[in-house]
């Protein structure tokens, strides 16, 4: 079983308990406006260009078997219709301008790598996230990785944007041993104007995965973006929403920041960023201590 990963990031302390190793997968049915892994939206390898280290010497463009490169206004261009992503243009580049995002990976490959960190695991009570993108996109390739961590007693945890069909929660449940579950917005129309997709799936996820598993085994992850959920009134009613289902664990703060923007750049998609503006540390207070006066305790994740 192959899947395709873009990045794996050791000694990870913010994606679940103790020390963790965060596997990153590609592919995302979500396309949020301040989306701060842009690389990870499309399902396939893309190939990434550092236009500050290019020496314009076209050895890529000479080497190219599609033709999809072209030198146009002091850069290189890639034709994303004629290119199929060979990787010929990232082993002849001299200066390491471009390279691959998104690599396949046999599970069993996947797992050795993880199993190094084991004694971390063990000592810190950590284990490992899978994150992306959204992991569910690649349902067998997860299942298969999280069965193989189930056997190697590594705790399982994975980060989900929660829209995903309801008929995988059964399953899910007997492998992950915890949900970081992203809630971004109660009022549906406003989440689809931000990410592309209504909400009431993500929604009735969250409850059915409440209701099954408690609220140990399963934290809303609140991205905090400036315009879109910062107000008195979006907090209160994610805050309701939470309180009404009964969930009685932590509530973890995103806050946004802007550090993407180069990303975006880099895999050529530097027209889709949005600046979100700045969120102020009163903004975030704020919003913390409305989520304490539900008599939450609140996770704030830089």
Request: overall charge negative.
């Amino acid at each position: 079983m192959k899947g395709i990963i873009f990045d794996i990031q050791n000694y990870a302390i913010y994606d679940g308990p103790g020390i963790r190793t965060l596997i990153f997968l590609k592919g995302c049915p979500l396309k949020c406006v301040w989306c701060q892994n842009p690389e990870s939206q499309k399902l396939m390898p893309q190939i990434s260009y550092f236009e500050e280290k290019c020496l314009k010497c076209e050895s890529c463009i000479n080497a190219c078997p599609n033709n999809a490169l072209q030198l146009q206004n002091d850069k290189i261009v890639r034709n994303e219709e004629l290119c199929t992503t060979c990787g010929t243009c990232v082993e002849v580049c001299p200066n390491q301008v471009m390279e691959m995002v998104g690599k396949e990976i046999l599970v069993e490959e996947l797992v050795e790598i993880v199993l190094r960190d084991k004694p971390f695991y063990d000592n810190s009570g950590g284990g490992v996230t899978i994150s992306g993108g959204e992991p569910t996109l690649q349902i067998n390739f997860l299942f298969e990785i999280l069965k193989s961590l189930q056997k190697k007693k590594i705790h399982t945890a994975i980060e989900t944007c929660g829209y995903f069909n309801d008929d995988l929660i059964e399953e899910l449940t007997k492998f992950v041993d915890l949900f970081l579950f992203d809630i971004k917005h109660i009022d549906s129309l406003i989440h689809k104007e931000y990410t592309g997709v209504p909400n009431d799936k993500i929604l009735a996820n969250f409850t059915t995965l409440h209701s099954k598993i408690g609220s140990e085994r399963i934290i809303p992850r609140i991205p905090i973006i400036p315009g879109v959920n910062t107000d008195e009134d979006t907090i209160k009613n994610i805050a309701s929403f939470l309180n009404k289902i009964k969930y009685k664990g932590p509530v973890h703060l995103m806050p946004y920041n802007k550090l993407a923007k180069t990303k975006y750049e880099k895999v050529g998609m530097g027209d889709l960023y949005r600046d979100m503006g700045e969120l102020s540390e009163e903004d975030l207070q704020n919003i913390t201590h409305l989520f304490q006066s539900y008599s939450f305790h609140v996770v704030i994740n830089h």
